[in-house]
């Protein structure tokens, strides 16, 4: 499922760069409960939300999708 494979994306970016949950939701101003449903796959995320993330993590959005199914 896509919601999933971007989730588990979101969270290896994140962590590649060493950044908690907590900490990387307060610096792009999204809840850090919402950023963990994210990462566990179950929110259907807007294109708003993912193109804030995707800066977040410095990433285009292409190199956010890179490798998804």
Request: aromatic share 4%.
């Given at each position: ?15 590649e ?9 307060l ?28 800066d ?14």
């Amino acid at each position: 499922m896509i919601q999933e494979e971007l989730g588990k994306r979101i969270q290896s970016l994140r962590k590649e760069r060493d950044i908690s949950q907590e900490k990387f939701a307060l610096q792009i101003d999204m809840d850090r409960t919402y950023l963990a449903s994210v990462e566990a796959g179950k929110r259907n995320i807007s294109i708003c939300n993912i193109k804030k993330i995707a800066d977040g993590l410095n990433v285009s959005l292409s190199e956010l999708f890179e490798g998804l199914k």
